[in-house]
């Protein structure tokens, strides 16, 4: 299974983007937020999720240009009634974070102006993603790794999400510890972490 492809952009649209890796073009589906992201680059990288029509046994790739926008998509299409090309347009019609706080504040008719959603459905996918996004299952990239790619920032806030405290709670503990120790070490970080916590 391909997580995901770095290479030249050979090709770019709205909805596709052409991937050139080793000689070989990869052709993916794409939401707009993608192809934002995209857009006047040379080469990127993008993540892959790989979705098999049940109707027919086709299969489609689709790639994101960020890990949290592919883990929205999967969230999105778990919700039953909610299929892949729904899912692309719920991203292509507002971004990840917009989305997000749009099922915490249970905004319906941001969700409802999505084409091809209705009120059922905009309430089934706040009834069954909002606890999935409060316990921050829709992001993947923690805050903090963006800031910095300290090692043992690393280490201490994976094992604080192991130990089962959600990644944006951990991201902003760590923050907060950083800001006073900028070079503290994994078990300071942990230690104070978990009285935060």
Do not use: C, H, W
């Amino acid at each position: 299974m391909i997580d995901f492809i770095s290479g030249k952009i050979a090709e770019l649209s709205p909805t596709r983007v052409v991937l050139e890796n080793g000689g070989i073009g990869y052709a993916m589906e794409i939401s707009l937020q993608t192809y934002s992201a995209m857009e006047n680059k040379s080469e990127g990288t993008i993540f892959v999720k790989n979705q098999v029509n049940p109707r027919d046994g086709s299969q489609v790739d689709y790639g994101f240009a960020t890990k949290d926008e592919r883990t929205l998509f999967e969230l999105i299409t778990g919700v039953s009634g909610m299929g892949a090309a729904s899912a692309r347009m719920v991203l292509s019609s507002m971004t990840s974070d917009e989305f997000q706080k749009a099922i915490l504040s249970e905004d319906l008719n941001r969700i409802k102006s999505v084409k091809g959603i209705g009120l059922k459905t905009a309430q089934r996918l706040i009834l069954e993603l909002k606890d999935k996004v409060a316990k921050g299952e829709a992001t993947q990239d923690v805050e903090i790794f963006k800031i910095t790619d300290n090692q043992a920032v690393e280490e201490a806030s994976s094992a604080l999400v192991m130990l089962g405290f959600n990644k944006p709670a951990v991201a902003k503990a760590v923050q907060k510890i950083l800001r006073k120790k900028p070079d503290a070490k994994v078990e300071e970080i942990i230690k104070e972490a978990l009285q935060i916590l």
